[in-house]
């Protein structure tokens, strides 16, 4: 069993389940701030970028991971998945020892996160609502993302450390689940700017207007943003994507259209849930549907 932690004492190790693209990213950073790193993926290949560095401890589960950190960072894809790393067998819940904190990074529905942390607090285990937002590439890279935090004080005070290594702006929302709020409201206003700039862009197709025009026009008047363009440069206008020929783009643009539905349908609940609608997030599900991929609303 580890020795707790000491009040105010920096956390040395940290946790990690889940290496995608931003699980990724949090480990580059914390690497280069000289934290150790327990860490665990179904997918064998989304740790081969940090073979032979001995700072890197790759385990065979989610429980695991909670032994050996202070902190642990999950970073998987929606309420099952987080689910499963917490509940199931050989999951962080089943840690012996001081318990960690643990951030769910993952943007997850309010009844998920209200499982998560009942299951969570039966054992012991602190556990804040931490999402996460990325603006452009370079801010990524740098270290440089947002994070929203809903939750007790004490335990964002003890994972601020770690938080401070992959983010600029750390931000204690409230409650928990205030902290996932704050991403939703966060992605509705992206999501909805992408389905516009998208639909500028399909209006500027069909008028014979090239797409580099269209992009010099609204980048330079501030209209949209180069984050923007980018995303929609993924599936222009009139352009089909070939999986077989470029699978890398085509993986890009299933999984754009799958992270617009998800986090949109929950805004679009939780806006249900105090009596109000979100026009807006329901014409841009069917935009985004259609630009790249996943089912339209009836």
Request: aromatic letters at 4%.
């Amino acid at each position: 069993m580890r020795e707790p932690k000491r009040d105010g004492e920096r956390p040395g190790r940290v946790g990690l389940v889940g290496i995608g693209r931003m699980g990724g990213l949090m480990l580059r950073c914390l690497r280069r701030h000289g934290f150790e790193a327990a860490v665990f993926d179904v997918r064998e290949e989304a740790l081969a970028a940090f073979a032979g560095d001995g700072g890197v401890h790759p385990v065979s589960d989610p429980r695991q991971v909670a032994e050996f950190a202070d902190v642990v960072g999950v970073v998987v894809f929606d309420d099952a998945q987080v689910l499963e790393v917490l509940e199931g067998e050989g999951g962080i819940l089943a840690a012996e020892g001081d318990p960690p904190v643990i951030l769910v990074h993952s943007t997850v529905t309010a009844a998920g996160l209200r499982r998560a942390h009942a299951a969570a607090a039966e054992r012991g285990f602190p556990l804040l609502d931490a999402a996460v937002s990325g603006g452009t590439s370079e801010q990524q890279e740098a270290g440089d993302l947002c994070v929203m935090v809903g939750g007790d004080p004490a335990a964002l005070e003890r994972a601020r450390p770690v938080l401070q290594t992959y983010a600029g702006l750390i931000e204690h929302v409230g409650s928990l689940g205030s902290g996932l709020d704050a991403k939703l409201v966060r992605n509705l206003a992206s999501f909805a700017s992408v389905a516009s700039a998208y639909q500028a862009f399909e209006l500027g197709h069909w008028l014979g207007i090239d797409a580099e025009t269209v992009s010099r026009i609204l980048e330079h008047t501030q209209v949209v943003s180069g984050n923007t363009r980018a995303i929609v440069a993924a599936r222009p206008p009139g352009q089909a994507i070939d999986a077989q020929g470029d699978p890398q783009l085509a993986e890009q643009v299933r999984y754009l259209g799958e992270v617009a539905r998800k986090d949109l349908e929950a805004a679009r609940a939780r806006a249900a849930e105090v009596d109000r609608d979100l026009p807006l997030a329901e014409a841009s599900l069917e935009t985004l549907a259609r630009a790249y991929g996943g089912p339209r609303r009836s």
